[in-house]
């Protein structure tokens, strides 16, 4: 098969990038004039004839860069070259996809599909034939006078490409487009968005998407970056060498989805590494949204046949059926317990998480709370906190304008509310939800 890349690149007859970031940092401020910075110095080049997909956790800043690229946002620092002019607006030649369709309800499907033909100011006549066009092109060709609502998930993200594609754009940018779709719609539009690139049915050049789907980067993209949270960075480039259409069950496609399991699963210091102390966390790190029961659940899972302690992380995930935002979170806060390690797209049970699993109800709540105070900062903190006050209470929201200097309002809410959950069920602190007080009662 010919590399499609390299193929396409050719055609273009290019040298310079289509899309260059040089540079890009984010910092958003909060009411009270304190910086908290989103993204840290990202350079990243996007060349002709090439996919490629972003991954990271909720709140790595994936889709803030996203909307940079794309004009929509302006940088605190640093620049974002389209064929080597400055971005500074929305620019022709880069169009944008979204998770979240969109639509505008009162307008037919070609009546959205010709928006932005319009305000580049296209007569309505060749509005409407490359509409019809675009419309034909993504599958929807006898619904052009539907309405969203007349239209499914699937049909309603369909309007959405064909929007970003009549106005012939070099680059798309698409911001976790399949994410709200069942399994079998996504893997339709995954194919069929593909074999519209492979077959070089678009005008496209580049795409660039950011996804929560490792199986989807790693069969769409060409390289795949991974974000780390806090300030967001690049941490890591995977390339994808594979031939189209690949194979998920080929060995070469599970050794490149083993790679970015690791990546996105180790825990900064807690890479599986023997005789490495694990790299200490702060009050404000980013806490993982990962209940105690499914935790305690995946425990159970993995000490048990096919597994016995040690499992490969996609077959893990496709023999649970687990999204990577539901198993990440609790993989991540095993690790922080230092109940498991991940090696090698593999995760194992430590000892000690291997005697949780072994133990009753009552041991497994007092080693958690063991757990959680000596490797969770900010669960200590409050303990700490409420045993040196006389009266061995202290309103949430004193740890709640903590957080807030690390994380934005609505992360540092959310972060509290599990620590507190955790808290609660280990019985190291109570929680009054009326009075919005932490305390030490009963206990």
Same mark, same amino acid.
């Given at each position: 098969?010919?590399?499609?890349?390299?193929?396409?690149?050719?055609?273009?007859?290019?040298?310079?990038?289509?899309l260059?970031?040089v540079? =890009?940092?984010?910092?958003?401020?909060?009411?009270?004039?304190?910086? !908290?910075?989103?993204?840290?110095?990202v350079?990243?080049?996007?060349?002709?004839?090439?996919?490629?997909?972003?991954?990271? *956790?909720s709140?790595?800043? *994936?889709?803030?860069?996203?909307?940079?690229l /794309?004009g929509?946002?302006?940088?605190?620092?640093?620049?974002?070259?389209?064929?080597?002019?400055?971005?500074?607006?929305?620019?022709?030649?880069?169009?944008?996809?979204?998770?979240?369709?969109?639509?505008?309800?009162?307008?037919?499907?070609?009546?959205?599909?010709?928006?932005?033909?319009?305000a580049?100011?296209?007569?309505?006549?060749?509005?409407?034939?490359?509409?019809?066009?675009?419309i034909?092109?993504?599958?929807?060709?006898?619904?052009e006078?539907?309405?969203? *609502?007349?239209?499914?998930?699937?049909?309603?993200?369909?309007?959405?490409?064909?929007?970003?594609?009549?106005?012939?754009?070099?680059?798309?940018?698409?911001?976790?487009?399949?994410?709200?779709?069942?399994?079998?719609?996504?893997?339709?539009?995954?194919?069929?968005?593909?074999?519209?690139?492979?077959?070089?049915? =678009?005008?496209?050049?580049?795409?660039?998407?950011?996804?929560?789907? =490792?199986?989807?980067?790693?069969?769409?993209?060409?390289? =795949?970056?991974?974000?780390?949270?806090?300030?967001?960075?690049?941490?890591?480039?995977?390339?994808? /060498?594979?031939?189209r259409?690949?194979?998920?069950?080929?060995?070469?496609?599970r050794?490149i989805?083993?790679?970015?399991?690791?990546?996105?699963?180790?825990?900064?210091? !807690?890479?599986?590494?023997?005789?490495?102390?694990?790299?200490?966390?702060?009050?404000?790190?980013?806490?993982?949204?990962?209940?105690?029961?499914?935790?305690?659940?995946?425990?159970?899972?993995?000490?048990?046949?096919?597994?016995?302690?040690?499992?490969?992380?996609?077959?893990?995930?496709?023999?649970?059926?687990?999204?990577?935002?539901?198993?990440?979170?609790?993989?991540?806060?095993?690790?922080?317990?230092?109940?498991?390690?991940?090696?090698?797209?593999?995760?194992?049970?430590?000892?000690?998480?291997?005697?949780?699993?072994?133990?009753?109800?009552?041991?497994? *709540?007092?080693?958690?709370? /063991?757990?959680?105070?000596?490797?969770?900062?900010?669960?200590?903190?409050? !303990?700490?906190?409420?045993?040196?006050?006389?009266?061995?209470?202290?309103?949430?929201?004193?740890?709640?304008?903590?957080?807030?200097?690390?994380?934005?309002?609505?992360?540092?809410?959310?972060?509290?509310?599990?620590?507190?959950?955790?808290?609660?069920?280990?019985e190291?602190?109570?929680?009054?939800?009326?009075?919005?007080?932490?305390?030490?009662?009963?206990?």
């Amino acid at each position: 098969m010919v590399d499609l890349v390299t193929e396409r690149a050719a055609s273009a007859g290019l040298d310079a990038p289509l899309l260059r970031a040089v540079g =890009i940092s984010k910092t958003y401020r909060t009411p009270d004039h304190i910086g !908290r910075l989103v993204l840290e110095r990202v350079d990243f080049t996007l060349h002709a004839g090439e996919i490629v997909a972003i991954l990271g *956790k909720s709140g790595a800043g *994936k889709s803030t860069f996203l909307r940079i690229l /794309a004009g929509l946002v302006g940088p605190s620092e640093g620049q974002v070259e389209y064929r080597g002019l400055p971005v500074t607006d929305p620019v022709q030649g880069v169009a944008m996809v979204f998770q979240s369709f969109a639509l505008f309800p009162w307008l037919t499907v070609l009546g959205n599909v010709e928006l932005g033909l319009e305000a580049q100011g296209v007569s309505a006549a060749e509005r409407r034939r490359r509409a019809v066009a675009a419309i034909d092109l993504i599958g929807l060709d006898g619904f052009e006078n539907a309405y969203p *609502k007349e239209l499914s998930g699937g049909m309603r993200q369909r309007v959405g490409f064909a929007r970003a594609l009549v106005v012939n754009p070099d680059i798309l940018l698409l911001d976790e487009p399949f994410s709200q779709l069942d399994v079998l719609t996504a893997e339709t539009m995954r194919n069929d968005l593909t074999e519209l690139w492979t077959r070089h049915r =678009i005008p496209t050049k580049g795409i660039l998407m950011v996804s929560h789907n =490792i199986e989807e980067a790693v069969e769409m993209a060409d390289r =795949i970056l991974i974000f780390s949270s806090d300030p967001g960075r690049i941490s890591a480039e995977v390339p994808v /060498a594979l031939t189209r259409p690949r194979a998920p069950e080929s060995a070469p496609f599970r050794q490149i989805m083993d790679q970015v399991y690791t990546l996105l699963t180790t825990v900064p210091g !807690r890479d599986g590494r023997r005789g490495v102390k694990p790299a200490p966390i702060g009050t404000g790190y980013r806490l993982p949204d990962a209940p105690v029961q499914q935790l305690s659940g995946l425990v159970d899972t993995l000490k048990e046949p096919p597994y016995g302690g040690r499992a490969d992380l996609p077959q893990l995930a496709d023999g649970e059926n687990l999204v990577m935002d539901e198993l990440f979170p609790l993989i991540e806060l095993l690790q922080l317990l230092g109940w498991a390690n991940v090696s090698g797209g593999d995760i194992e049970l430590t000892a000690e998480g291997r005697l949780y699993a072994a133990a009753d109800m009552l041991s497994r *709540k007092q080693m958690f709370a /063991a757990a959680l105070l000596q490797h969770v900062p900010l669960a200590a903190h409050i !303990r700490r906190v409420l045993d040196e006050r006389p009266g061995h209470r202290a309103p949430a929201a004193r740890f709640l304008r903590e957080l807030e200097d690390h994380l934005s309002e609505e992360e540092a809410e959310r972060v509290l509310e599990t620590v507190i959950n955790w808290g609660r069920h280990a019985e190291i602190f109570a929680y009054d939800y009326d009075d919005e007080v932490l305390s030490l009662e009963n206990f």
